[in-house]
């Protein structure tokens, strides 16, 4: 992946909107639907404590099944985000703040009202919550445009992080919880979005320009897995590398244009 302007600093939040121009603005909407055969994610064996903290063999969800509707093929979940927009032509930020929760059977993003999802998006230089509910001992580590562990001995206490880097970081537990990973955006502008239950998606108050339009999706194969080198259980998966799909865009002032893409494993960038 390229992430979205990507660079490293240790800055105020790059000021949005001072130039921006909603009478001139269009949107961007369609659909993403997946290409090609559905991918089969059978749940992974797992070893945990159960509700009495003894420890016990279970099965868990692979974390990064992507929702598919199996008769349309229409992706739930997918990001779909804008590169090279000008901060000053931007719209202001209005996504809700992030915070991200590591539950027992699965690690999610709380943003805004509504159910939870599996992937945030974060303003460069704002500060997120990270909590975990589980009732062992837990940490949350970052890898990618921010790299940190942090130690959650105690339930239900939260910690707050800065994401410092814009970029993509994928979160996942460092106390070898395997099937608990999320990511977040980190990024100078608000032009990101899921799509919903139809696939469908929607990037409004778009200033007129030439822009790169990308839908992104979490790879569901396991490339390696990582194991305990006493007790032989899996502690780590690795992935392989993220879904892509981008293409140039240029929009005129006040155009509603419509941009319906396709996402899968077999599908070149």
Aim: aromatic fraction near 8%; charged fraction near 25%; proline fraction near 12%.
């Amino acid at each position: 992946m390229s992430p979205p302007e990507n660079k490293k600093v240790d800055a105020p939040p790059t000021p949005l909107a001072a130039a921006f121009d909603p009478e001139s603005c269009g949107t961007i909407f369609g659909q993403v639907c997946w290409r090609g055969e559905l991918p089969q994610c059978p749940p992974f064996e797992a070893q945990g404590p159960g509700p009495d903290k003894k420890w016990r063999t279970m099965m868990v969800p692979d974390p990064y099944q992507p929702p598919i509707n199996a008769r349309t093929k229409s992706v739930e979940g997918a990001v779909v985000y804008l590169e090279s927009v000008d901060p000053a032509r931007s719209r202001p930020w209005d996504h809700p703040p992030v915070r991200v929760v590591a539950g027992n059977n699965a690690m999610h993003i709380e943003q805004g009202d509504g159910s939870p999802f599996s992937v945030g998006f974060v303003r460069r230089g704002e500060e997120v919550d990270l909590v975990s509910h589980r009732p062992d001992f837990e940490s949350i580590s970052a890898r990618g445009a921010a790299f940190f562990t942090l130690l959650f001995p105690v339930k239900d206490q939260p910690l707050r992080r800065k994401f410092n880097e814009a970029g993509l970081v994928e979160l996942t537990s460092g106390a070898g919880h395997f099937w608990l990973r999320a990511n977040v955006f980190v990024s100078e502008h608000p032009y990101f979005c899921r799509t919903d239950a139809d696939g469908r998606y929607e990037l409004k108050q778009v200033p007129p320009g030439e822009y790169r339009l990308c839908c992104w999706l979490p790879n569901p194969e396991v490339a390696r897995r990582d194991r305990d080198p006493n007790m032989g259980h899996v502690i780590r998966h690795h992935h392989a590398p993220p879904l892509e799909r981008c293409q140039m865009i240029e929009l005129t002032p006040q155009q509603q244009a419509r941009v319906d893409m396709q996402i899968g494993s077999k599908i070149a960038p």
